[in-house]
């Protein structure tokens, strides 16, 4: 299986252009535009050509961003705020798979659950998150269920999809292999139903990231959303841009970690490299 793996690898690499060689590669081509961007941003910065209230420059910010490091109250408020959405996405993602393995394998599953769970996809985080805080208050639990609401129907629509989206014609490959139903679940439907599924983690990490930040907007005493808070009230625009830069490469980074289960359980697939 490793030699079948490196050889699939190789022939990729053969078949990418030298730009796409490695991730370093990929990382430094991806950088480029960011570092654009922030080189005009300075340069107007540095000319004043925008009113620094509106538009502080990148160096007010990193030395914002260094005095909460170097004065230590940087690190709680950001562990908080991935404590949070850790907890909302393992619940609301979770839920959401095994609704989605549910409603997928099962007609009369989908027939009672989906209608409803539809209409409740519907509902802006806007709109629900006042009345979560109406119920419980504006303790964690109730920043928890905001951010599980956004993790939840991304990975239940996917992984829904993915199963009924298996084709039909593997499955009498199975019959006539005389498989077992655990062996078409495992050997069949999981991995035809993985893209789709790798692709509902994607998402859901994604809206739970930004259930993060409604939570923490509508009212938190901790947390990077705070720290925006408290830039807003104090006129501090510095605290602002640093805490949007932070929620941006962090949901970055994990947006890129799910890349990386893609590549390495989905290797088989041949797809369009561009």
């Known amino acids: 299986m490793g030699i079948e793996f490196e050889a699939i690898e190789l022939q990729k690499s053969r078949g990418r252009p030298w730009w ?50 170097v004065s230590n109250e940087l690190s709680p408020h950001l562990g908080i705020s991935i404590s949070r959405a850790a907890a909302g996405f393992i619940i609301g993602g979770s839920l959401g798979f095994l609704f989605g393995l549910l409603t997928g394998f099962s007609n009369k599953a989908e027939y009672v659950l989906d209608p409803s769970v539809q209409m409740l996809r519907m509902v802006p985080h806007l709109a629900i998150a006042p009345l979560i805080i109406l119920w419980l208050g504006f303790g964690e639990v109730s920043k928890i269920l905001i951010i599980a609401k956004g993790a939840f129907f991304p990975l239940y629509i996917n992984t829904f999809i993915g199963i009924r989206n298996v084709d039909n014609k593997l499955f009498e490959v199975a019959n006539i292999l005389e498989f077992s139903r655990f062996k078409k679940i495992y050997y069949l439907i999981l991995p035809s139903a993985l893209p789709n599924i790798l692709l509902g983690l994607r998402l859901s990490l994604a809206l739970a990231w930004l259930g993060l930040v409604v939570a923490e907007l509508l009212g938190s005493q901790a947390g990077i959303g705070f720290l925006i808070n408290l830039g807003k009230q104090n006129s501090v625009p510095e605290l602002i841009f640093m805490g949007i830069i932070i929620f941006a490469v962090l949901g970055k980074l994990v947006d890129s970690l799910v890349r990386i289960l893609e590549r390495k359980f989905l290797y088989w697939r041949d797809n369009y490299q561009g």
């Open 20 to 69: 796409k060689a490695n991730w370093l590669n990929e990382f430094i081509i991806g950088a480029a535009l960011p570092a654009i961007i922030l080189a005009i941003w300075q340069f107007v910065s540095y000319f004043e050509i925008i009113s620094p209230f509106f538009l502080p420059s990148p160096g007010a910010i990193l030395v914002t961003f260094w005095e909460l490091i």
